[in-house]
């Protein structure tokens, strides 16, 4: 396979560099920014979350199940509230990619009036109904309004949008008069990511589309009207539940992987695990006037 294709970050032509569970991530001859090549179509979003809650239950490259982690991603919106406090006081929010709704729910928990969008039906149904969090169910990319926010938050989300400079454009759209963006995401030059190259664990297609750098992320957000104002490494937690399945999807496939998920057993579904924070960053951006 020898097909070049458009850097969506710098324009650049890409070339094939490896095939991940049969697809080819490309790789950027300028920026070494790294892609899937998928349609720009929102039939793409639709097919992995709107039409199926396997990414949600089914455990593999997704989760066991999403729900049963409220109390630690409930804590995670908290943490980023408090953080916040840094460069604004509460006002109101839009969460792309709310899923439950619990990263919202932490932050309205801290003063801030949110809503929010989801692509599953199940999981935004959830949302309003468990947790009574304002979250449409939709696709971001052909979302409108004509209200405007003071922060617009993407937990765990640039990675997976089918067409991320159109997400982008809304984005910036969404924001009023000095509004703030705050995304967090895995890091592609981590110490991790650059020890297990092609077999580092976010390199997960079909749902996950780009795989950025911090100073790669900050280029392309840059193109739309912001500018970096703050950067860092979160504090995150998954449970047992979840690590196991992600090792057990990883390890399938490799010799002795069979006896080492048979190991995992030991570890208890509802014990508190650390996530590699060295793996993730988080970057803040100001909309600029």
Partial sequence: MNI??????????????????????HCCDNCRHRFLHIPQSPQYTAQLYTDSDSYFFGGEAGYL?????????????????????????????????????????????????????????TMAAYARQTLQMDVETGIF?????????????????????????KALRITHDLLGENGLLLVETWDRESLLARLLGSNWHHYSPPSIVNWFSIDG???????FGFEEIARGR???WINGSHAKSLLRYKFADI??????????NIIPDSLRIPYPSLDLFWTLYRKKN
Avoid at 255 to 264: E, I, R, W, Y
């Fill in 141 to 165: 990319e052909q979302y409108k309004t004509e209200e405007k926010f003071d922060l617009v938050t993407m937990i765990q989300v640039v990675t997976q949008f089918y067409d991320v400079r």
């Fill in 234 to 236: 979160p504090a995150k």
């Fill in 4 to 25: 070049k294709l458009k850097c969506p970050i710098c324009g650049g032509l890409s070339h094939p560099d490896f095939i991940k569970y049969e697809y080819w991530i």
């Fill in 65 to 121: 199940d999403y729900t049963s982690e409220s109390e630690l991603l409930i804590n995670h919106g908290e943490r980023y509230a408090r953080l916040l406090q840094k460069y604004t006081k509460p006002g109101t929010v839009f969460d792309i990619g709310s899923a439950a709704g619990f990263i919202l729910k932490g932050l309205t928990q801290k003063g801030w009036i949110g809503k929010g969008i989801e692509p599953n039906p």
């Fill in 217 to 223: 992320l900050s280029t392309l957000i840059e193109q």
């Fill in 255 to 264: 010799t002795g992987g069979s006896l080492f998920a048979k190991m995992l």
